[in-house]
């Protein structure tokens, strides 16, 4: 039994780190303008998208890498300068259609360039290796990606926690004008959230493409959906609720995707029923679910204001 | 020259002129309050001056220089301070970071400020570690009062300090506010509570929809009928 749970729950946790590290740009960012990124999952899949075509031109990896979220970071900013800094006093409304315009023009951008073929995603030696623990074969980078992302949540929360920018983000979070009367620039406060949210999917995208090799126009939307649902279900406008609700996802969605397996070999059913299909269902049911029952999800604040 | 001086301010919402043109002069050391009802622009008036607000008309010089039109975090870096109404402290910050996001644009050694302010309220500092939403409202009105000092303001606004506080409290934030004025601090007092901030005031004006009405020293308006009719109340039972 264990031995046929275990892979996937290995790689459950693998796919929940991923899931996080795209979460918390979504809960950074709703935390401090109340504002769904609707951009975020393309953030992501552009990321994969700058990753092949600088490590196609020679470079190599240990230049690209770097390149690479630098880029991601970069584009953060210039989406929130662009196309959501102008906007800062229109109905938020707007801004979410800004989003969404956002979202529409990353895709056909990279549909432009691409033409809507799948890319492939360069190896990275090392974290693509194979490696056996227990009953698991797996690549490396899902090993590793749990710690990584474990590791840059507790840098995030220091920073959050402890610094005077982070202790600026709380308070541009409650209160933008307050901010001001302090001397906080609250547009630089905005940006350097933009700026975290998208390093964090920079460094997501490299992990999570590591696995899935290829990268099309559409890649970031089902992973920016469950993203999205994890910070949800976490409680939006919290990390660590981001961090846990993603791993919860990641986790369950893939003991569904080894369901017919692990039920098969322990002899519950006698043949395969295909649930597997329902994984993607099931984190929307998720949703539903907690806004039915918990609104602001596991940690979130109680609403004290609402769209 | 004044320390603040504010010439001919008109400022719109959205079409409806919330100040019509009204000049005010603060001069150094003094205290100054605005009353009037609800409505007539005080804290418009304060907004404007902070840069929070756009002006439509007119200029505001603070020590000689001309800061309509910057930035509130310009303002606030010249020396102007402000407790907002309301108190808006932030409710997800100690105390403690409350006061140092005060001096946010400091770079020096904040230790002497955070004495001067615990020193004036004691309070806290027992509660220093403490979010600051968990407060009661005369302590979060004096932590909003402290985190304003932290930037070492020489010309301190206050937006209703005394709004729905107890009458004790009321009393000490007035006391409190006197002793600002004796270390010297130039404070802009805006008030509903008219009886106690014309009785401190050295100069005070009347805001009335948007227009400035009768002016002169504390005591005089606290004299005059006009103002003791609607504003103080009549007191002046035989």
Known sequence: MWNTVFPYLLSGISVGGQYALIAIGYTMVYGILRLINFAHGDVFMVAGIIMIYISASGMPLYVCIPLVILFTALIGFLIE???????????????????????????????????????????????????????????????????????????????????????????????????????????SVI??????????????????????????????????????????????????????????IGIVENIIKGMDVILFKSGVIARPLGLATFSDAFTFALLIIILVVKPTGLFGEKATDKV | MSLLYVDNLKVSYGGIEALKGISIRVEKGEIVTLIGANGAGKSTTLRAISGLVPLKEGTITYDGQVISGQTPQKIVSEGIGMVPEGRRVFPNLTVLENLKIGAYLRKDDLQPDLEHVYQLFPRLQERSWQLAGTLSGGEQQMLAVGRALMMRPKLLMMDEPSLGLAPKVIQDIFSIIQRLHEEGITILLVEQNANAALKIADSAYVLETGSLGMHGTGMELLGDERVKEAYLGKTTRT
């Open chain 1, 81 to 187: 300068r662009v196309a959501y800094k102008p906007l800062r006093s229109a109905p938020r409304m707007s801004v979410m259609i800004s989003a969404i315009g956002v979202s529409y023009t990353l895709q056909n951008l990279v549909l432009y360039i691409t033409g809507g073929l799948n890319k492939q995603y360069p190896t990275i030696p090392w974290i693509s290796d194979s490696v056996t623990i227990g009953p698991a074969t797996t690549k490396i980078v899902t090993v590793v990606t749990p710690f990584l992302t474990i590791f840059l949540v507790v840098a995030l929360v220091l920073l959050i926690n402890k610094t005077k920018i982070g202790m600026a983000m709380r308070a541009v979070s409650k209160d933008f004008e307050t901010s001001q009367l302090m001397g906080i620039n609250i547009n």
């Open chain 1, 191 to 248: 940006s350097t959230t933009f700026v975290i949210g998208s390093f964090l999917a920079g460094v997501g995208s490299i992990l999570y493409f590591t696995n899935y090799n290829t990268v099309i126009q559409t890649s970031g939307a089902m992973p920016g959906l469950k993203a999205f649902v994890a910070a949800v279900f976490g409680g939006i406008g919290s990390i660590p609720g981001a961090v846990i609700g993603a791993f919860i």
